[in-house]
């Protein structure tokens, strides 16, 4: 059995598309939430998501923006993503709104002979804090996942991709498909195949995502900072 996993999609068609195109269909899609903010094209996205997901979470971004909830954030990107709600809020059709709002906050799902746990940010507090696999302590991991009975534990909201083993347990954040943090353009997903994991990167063209951004009025220092995420992944 064949599992793509991806996350933080943020609106970006382009970075969607290029998965579509150097992937097979698998036997299941997992999706780790934010599936809007940040980019120009949130109702396609939504409705590709919609079609195609088989087992999806909610990410802090569908929260906020599907429940008028405030951002969970570090100061400049709860700036990134109040400045691109509006045009969000403009293109979804009330009904996405709903089923993003509708998404569960974790989930538990038996394929293949594992067992996942799926959640955005945290175990603990799904939508509100971030934990970084990669240079989480030992013990702060054993905490958080305390009672999680899972094979594999997936998580997003960090935008870097990471793999690591804690107890039993393999701990995946695939990174960032639409907004790569990891200090390189490349759009990045996770793939589980019969036990084995491994992290994927895709070099993809986003200038036309970055043209489209500057169609969407903002102000030119948003745009520069969205442009340039996209750019360099930092």
């Known amino acids: 059995m064949r599992i793509l996993i991806f996350s933080d999609l943020h609106s970006n068609l382009e970075a969607l598309s290029a998965l579509n195109m150097c992937e097979t269909p698998p036997d299941a899609l997992f999706f780790l939430g934010d599936a809007i903010g940040y980019g120009p094209d949130p109702a396609a996205c939504v409705a590709w998501l919609r079609a195609y997901v ?43 709104l709903r089923w993003l709002a509708a998404l569960p906050t974790t989930a538990r799902i038996e394929l293949g002979g594992a067992r996942f746990f799926l959640a955005h940010a945290s175990p603990r507090a799904p939508l509100t804090r971030a934990l970084d696999i990669a240079t989480a302590s030992e013990n702060s991991l054993r905490a958080e996942f305390e009672g999680i009975d ?30 790569p943090r990891h200090g390189s353009p490349s759009a990045t997903y996770a793939v589980w195949e019969d036990g084995h994991l491994q992290i ?35």
């Open 150 to 179: 899972a094979d594999v534990i997936l998580l997003g909201h960090t935008h870097v991709p990471a793999i690591r083993r804690a107890g039993s347990a393999h701990l995946v954040n695939p990174g960032s498909l639409g907004q």
């Open 200 to 234: 994927k990167h895709i070099d993809y063209d986003s200038h036309p995502t970055q043209n489209k951004l500057r169609l969407m009025m903002l102000d030119p220092e948003i745009t520069e900072r969205l442009e340039e995420i996209l750019a360099h992944g930092i």
């Open 54 to 96: 088989q087992h999806a979470v909610r990410g802090d971004h569908d929260h906020a923006t599907a429940t008028g909830a405030e951002f969970a954030a570090s100061a400049e990107d709860d700036a990134l993503a109040r400045a691109t709600c509006e045009h969000t809020l403009r293109q979804l059709r009330s009904d996405d």
